[in-house]
């Protein structure tokens, strides 16, 4: 079965950087599309960027766009999302999700396969 693992996320400073990797199992990667929403306390999950099979087609939310990269490694079944600049309102829980349908999606519902989720704080 599919598994998708987050790595840690943490606590960061405003202005500061972080690198959150997802590694999937279970299934060939380079089937996927990939994605990273996040969710905030008491707010609904929200897109923030998503990468075609091949890494040559990236997608990202208004908020992050300019601030964060994401990006596969398919020898490594893994995605990343490089954040930069990162601000008080990026403070979420980042989930990485993934589907088979070949879609790029911003919705939750566009995917079926989804980690744990990691913690993000900006805060000073």
């Known amino acids: 079965q599919v598994q998708l693992v987050e790595s840690e996320g943490g606590l960061v400073p405003p202005g500061g950087s972080l690198r959150l990797s997802c590694v999937l199992s279970?299934?060939?990667?380079?089937?996927?599309?990939m994605a990273w929403l996040r969710q905030a306390p008491g707010k609904d999950r929200e897109f923030v960027a998503a990468?075609?099979?091949?890494?040559?087609?990236?997608d990202y939310a208004d908020s992050v766009k300019g601030r964060s990269t994401i990006s596969r490694d398919n020898a490594k079944n893994t995605v990343y999302l490089q954040m930069n600049s990162l601000k008080p309102e990026d403070t979420a829980v980042y989930y990485c999700?993934?589907?088979?349908?070949?879609?790029?999606?911003?919705?939750?519902?566009?995917?079926?396969?989804w980690g744990q989720g990691t913690q993000v704080t900006v805060s000073s």
């Open positions: 990468i075609n099979r091949s890494g040559t087609a990236t």
């Open positions: 999700a993934a589907t088979l349908s070949g879609y790029v999606g911003r919705s939750r519902f566009d995917y079926q396969y």
């Open positions: 279970g299934r060939t990667f380079s089937s996927f599309v």
